[in-house]
């Protein structure tokens, strides 16, 4: 499992960026060579980033002239490694001397004997290099490239003194694949262009077809859903994948043959493939492999057939699972499904095999093994795998009592939280949002797969840290965070880390029974999925997709007219749960269909049906035409006060819709315009589509890449503290309203960075006046202003309750109204 994770991770460039030892010393001398050197002092183990050492670099003897390349500074990495990035700079010598390369071009060799010139996406070999001595210059190598030895070539328009020093960056190629062969990739004609489905960057021969070389299919990008388009900005139509046509194969399949280092043991295949099906793309309709370790193929052979997804287009990895066979060499036979197969990476999954010594070159260093030293390196893993095993074993076992205590304490509080209930169920209503501040409270949109809770972000503020304790005391509370806490304890729910808040949401049985309106089980049947068209991928998650698709029959089958006309499709948002989801993901994608079959309210997103009997789940919801109410702002311009008092119907529609939600102790945790949909007559739904659309990426806290809180729209006691209640939701109800009224055309405190904006609310906490408020939108109402300020207050129990909000707003909306009337 620890190789699959990494053998993952490495083939996505973006995280193999690590220093390979040039500048650290891992490199040793014995393996920095050089064609000369100008004096001892400048000789090839000189040539590391940031030494100083010597004459403070690698100076070869005589310069050449451009494009003789008879100068190099070679690295031997000792084992293939995935090179993404290098580094230059020029010589030290302690300020006196001013060489260095202003350009040059890198070789490099997977074997030693058979060397390729690195070129970019557009064929250009040259890289430019350093201006000055002193400053590193980095360069991404786009693509990348997998070697053992690198050679570094300065190049000059004339003969004249360089020196380089250099560092490499990447790592350990896991994969142990050497080369793969295959058809050439071919050409496509669709709606009047050309698709150019060849492999641009393969290192290898190329004739008829591909031959002992490596490129597209194992440079860590993998291909998006629609295929004309590409992650890499400026290239052509198609340049992510490899592709073949069916009717250039009279044997319908394609074949390829992949090359290793080494025997290896072989647990899977991953091959990462389009399914555009409406263009006549497909994923493979069967996979069969064969195995080599010495010179033959064997007989013995392996045969995979994915399970097709007829309602999802979307690109994705399938997974061939080769049983652990010993080989050196792997064939497979893709067959066609339909008239195009298109691959972008593929990675295998392998531990190295305990191989005959026979196979192994004479000649070759690498493979040099000290019996001694190997029996010590094997009881040192040894060791340390058991050490592993025992404290895997405290940790569960401590996980297993800790979630003992938890589910004991939460009893506790339950029993606690019902009494207090029933003992204030006949106060007066003025005290009923105390009762809501202490209860058991539910998201109702079940948390995104990337949606992280609070976690240590109150240590950016080092004095909360002494003084959370004293805010729970302002409060009236109990403190929800102290220094020593390592997670918040949350008001409304089990705690939930970032280890297991992506596949754990909880749920209040009690909420969801006090949702069941009248005379309605909540029950939902089984919609045909044949009656479903893909039109568009509205988002992604870790464990599902969200697609916006035509529903043929729907309103038929509801017995409910949604405003359409007869017979004809209903655009509806469809919420998919991947194949290969884990038990946990299936169960809590069941229990949101069980949530949201209850809840019916004209400004809430409503499930219309479910398709559960087969895989992959979905679940069938509204979806508005007009889309989220963020983009449609956008797009609008005030023309008149009657544009206003159009928006204040739709502040008040979404306020509406949180009345509801709080009536029955829901929290939302995440509203925003991005995660309301607007339909006819400016009609809005509550949802909660944002966090999963790369739109709106942007609008969350990011944690090492990752997506996690949305602080814009966030109570400073939702950031610090961990406390998700009414009045956060209030907050963000107050953030919603100000982006309403600005038509969405900047983002809330664009001026502050996202650690600004959480210093802010360290402002909020203290309350000694310096916090920053969002300012007045123009043209916006005096009172709807002091709505907003009143929404962010410091001290929630003096925010107002949804209730009195949507009072506010539509006593605004019908003044609005009757002086519209009025002129």
């Given amino acids: 499992m620890i190789l699959m994770i990494i053998v993952i991770l490495k083939t996505f460039s973006g995280v193999c960026r690590y220093p390979l030892g040039m500048a650290g010393g891992q490199i040793q001398d014995e393996d920095i060579s050089a064609s000369s050197q100008w004096s001892e002092s400048t000789a090839a183990r000189y040539g590391r980033l940031d030494f100083d050492d010597g004459d403070g670099a690698w100076c070869p003897d005589v310069m050449a002239e451009q494009d003789a390349l008879k100068e190099f500074l070679q690295i031997d990495l000792r084992t293939l490694h995935f090179v993404t990035l290098v580094g230059t700079q020029g010589r030290h010598a302690d300020g006196v001397g001013n060489e260095f390369a202003q350009r040059y071009r890198i070789k490099y060799s997977r074997d030693g004997s058979r060397w390729v010139s690195w070129h970019d996406h557009k064929g250009h070999q040259i890289i430019e290099g ?13 693509p990348p490239i997998i070697a053992r030895y690198v050679r570094f070539m300065p190049v000059t328009d004339h003969s004249m003194i360089v020196c380089m020093r250099v560092e490499l960056y990447g790592c350990e190629w896991l994969d142990g694949l050497v080369s793969y062969s295959a058809p050439n990739g071919q050409q496509m004609s669709l709606k009047g262009q050309h698709v150019y489905l060849n492999d641009s960057v393969y290192d290898g021969a190329m004739g008829y077809s591909m031959t002992e070389g490596l490129g597209q299919l194992t440079d860590g990008f993998w291909g998006l859903d629609d295929f004309t388009q590409s992650q890499v900005y400026g290239v052509w139509p198609g340049y992510d994948y490899v592709g073949w046509t069916n009717a250039s194969f009279p044997s319908s399949y394609v074949e390829m043959t992949f090359e290793f280092d080494r025997v290896r043991n072989f647990t899977s295949m991953k091959v990462h493939c389009n399914n555009m099906y409406t263009w006549g793309v497909r994923i493979f309709q069967r996979a069969t492999c064969y195995f080599r370790s010495e010179s033959d193929w064997e007989h013995n052979f392996v045969s995979f057939r994915p399970r097709g997804d007829k309602i999802s287009p979307s690109a994705r990895f399938v997974t061939i699972a080769l049983g652990n066979r ?16 298109m691959f972008s990476e593929i990675a295998f999954q392998s531990d190295t095999a305990v191989y005959n010594t026979s196979l192994v070159p004479r000649d070759d260093p690498t493979h040099k093994l000290d019996d001694s030293n190997t029996r010590i390196l094997i009881g040192c893993l040894v060791a340390i795998i058991f050490i592993l095993l025992a404290v895997i074993t405290i940790i569960l076992w401590r996980q297993v009592w800790q979630k003992m205590l938890e589910k004991a304490s939460r009893r ?107 005379g309605r089980e909540g029950a939902l049947e089984e919609f045909p999925r044949e009656q479903l068209t893909f039109k568009q991928k509205l988002g992604e998650g870790q464990f599902g997709e969200v697609h916006l698709c035509e529903a043929v029959g729907i309103q038929e089958f509801l017995k409910e007219d949604f405003g359409g ?101 829901f929290v ?36 090492q890449g990752r997506a996690v809180l949305p602080i814009r729209w966030m ?104 002086d519209n009337a009025a002129k």
């Fill in 130 to 142: 350093n201006k000055n001595a002193y400053d590193v210059v980095l360069k991404d190598l786009e």
């Fill in 412 to 518: 506790m509080l339950d029993d606690e939280l019902s009494a207090q209930r029933d003992a204030l169920s006949s106060h007066h209503s003025s005290q009923s949002s105390e009762v809501e501040s202490t209860s058991a409270y539910e998201r109702i949109f079940p948390l995104h797969s990337d949606y992280q809770e609070p976690s240590h972000l109150i240590r950016k503020l080092p004095e909360f840290a002494e003084s959370a304790e004293d805010a729970g005391k302002r409060e009236g509370n109990t403190p929800q965070v102290s220094a020593a806490d390592e997670v918040p304890h949350y008001a409304e729910a089990d705690i939930v880390n970032q280890h297991s808040a992506a596949t754990r949401s909880s749920y209040s049985v009690a909420a969801v029974n006090m949702a069941v309106p009248p």
């Fill in 565 to 665: 006309s007869e017979g004809k499709p209903l655009l509806v948002a469809v919420k998919t749960l991947r194949e290969d989801a884990n038990k946990n993901a299936r169960n809590d994608f069941l229990k949101e269909i069980r949530i949201m079959s209850r809840l019916r309210d004209p400004n809430i997103m409503r499930l219309l049906a479910v398709c559960v009997e087969s895989d992959p789940l979905c679940m069938i919801t509204e979806y508005m035409e007009n889309g989220d109410l963020n983009q449609f702002l956008f797009k609008l311009e005030l023309q008149n006060e009657s544009d206003y008092a159009a928006l204040c119907g739709m502040a008040t529609q979404i306020a509406s819709g949180m009345k509801y939600l709080a009536s029955l102790n």
């Fill in 326 to 341: 010993m080989a050196s060499a792997i064939k497979c036979h893709f067959a066609f499904s339909d008239a195009w197969m």
């Fill in 668 to 703: 939302h945790r995440d509203l925003a315009t991005r995660n309301c949909l607007v339909g006819e007559n400016h009609a809005i739904k509550i949802a909660d589509f944002g966090m999963s659309r790369n739109l709106y990426r942007g609008d969350y806290y990011r944690i």
């Fill in 715 to 818: 109570s400073w006691e939702s950031i610090l503290l961990g406390k998700f209640t009414m009045a956060s939701d209030v907050w963000a109800f107050g953030v919603t309203l100000w982006e309403t009224l600005t038509l969405c055309k900047e983002q809330p405190y664009s001026q502050l960075s996202d650690e600004q904006v959480i210093e802010n609310t360290g402002e909020f906490f203290r309350d000694q006046a310096k916090q920053i408020y969002l300012p007045q939108p123009a043209g916006c109402p005096d009172p709807i202003y002091r709505l907003m300020l009143n929404c962010w207050r410091r001290n929630a129990k003096d925010r107002p309750t949804f209730q009195e909000i949507h009072n506010s707003l539509q006593e605004c909306q019908e003044k609005g109204q009757d």
